[in-house]
């Protein structure tokens, strides 16, 4: 099992960071465990009701809108939804009433035993509603436990970056994620790439944020 670790923490890309100006300062009613550093989009929370839920397929690399040729599997594909009720615990944290995820990375060299790498949630803990992004429908960061299904490794922190652009999905909603535990990330922090970075432009599903009251 080290052995499959080692190469997969071997094949991802490097985090990359985007350095907030002071005058950007993050702020928020309440704080989720951070695992990284700043970003550009998603550093001011509100903790509040909120339901978010769908699916998706990401061509990373690059993460644009566009599919990349059927042949090369470079895609990813998820399920995830996350709802919470605005309860914050003793230590400020946005709490996560409940949640899922579901996420596939096809691409050959994340492959574990000639199967494709398979992350799933074991629980969601944590989920607050982003202030500052550009995602016309709403935002949200939200994360906690998940396992490696194809080698069994448990309990890691997990964080996601999530998206509603509008309608259509394709082309317009977005999503990221990061394993720090086992050096994985998929995460777009290039401007140019809509919607708001971190998150990578959706080439297939939906992502929907609910009204909630």
């Known amino acids: 099992m080290m052995s499959n670790l080692r190469s997969l923490a071997a094949l991802t890309a490097t985090v990359a960071v985007v350095v907030l100006a002071s005058s950007c300062e993050t702020r928020r009613n309440a704080v989720a465990p951070?695992?990284?550093?700043?970003?550009?989009?998603?550093?001011?929370?509100?903790?509040?009701?909120?339901?978010?839920?769908?699916?998706?397929?990401?061509?990373?690399?690059?993460?644009?809108?566009?599919?990349?040729?059927?042949?090369?599997?470079?895609?990813?594909?998820?399920?995830?939804?996350?709802?919470?009720?605005?309860?914050?615990?003793?230590n400020g944290t946005c709490l996560a009433d409940k949640g899922a995820l579901e996420w596939v990375d096809h691409r050959p060299e994340m492959e574990i035993d000639g199967h494709p790498l398979n992350l799933h949630a074991t629980a969601v803990t944590f989920a607050e509603k982003a202030t500052d992004t550009d995602c016309s429908d709403g935002a949200a960061h939200w994360g906690g436990k998940l396992r490696v299904q194809n080698t069994g490794q448990d309990d890691l922190d997990f964080e996601v970056w999530d998206c509603d652009n509008g309608e259509p999905g394709a082309g317009h909603d977005g999503f990221a994620i990061r394993v720090d535990a086992i050096g994985y990330e998929v995460m777009c922090p290039d401007p140019d790439l809509p919607p708001a970075e971190p998150t990578c432009t959706l080439t297939g599903g939906?992502?929907?944020?609910h009204p909630t009251h």
């Open 206 to 209: 939906n992502r929907q944020f």
């Open 34 to 90: 951070r695992m990284g550093g700043p970003l550009a989009h998603y550093g001011s929370f509100e903790c509040t009701p909120l339901k978010i839920t769908g699916g998706g397929r990401i061509d990373y690399p690059p993460g644009s809108a566009d599919k990349n040729p059927p042949a090369s599997h470079e895609y990813e594909t998820f399920g995830a939804h996350v709802i919470a009720s605005g309860q914050v615990d003793a």
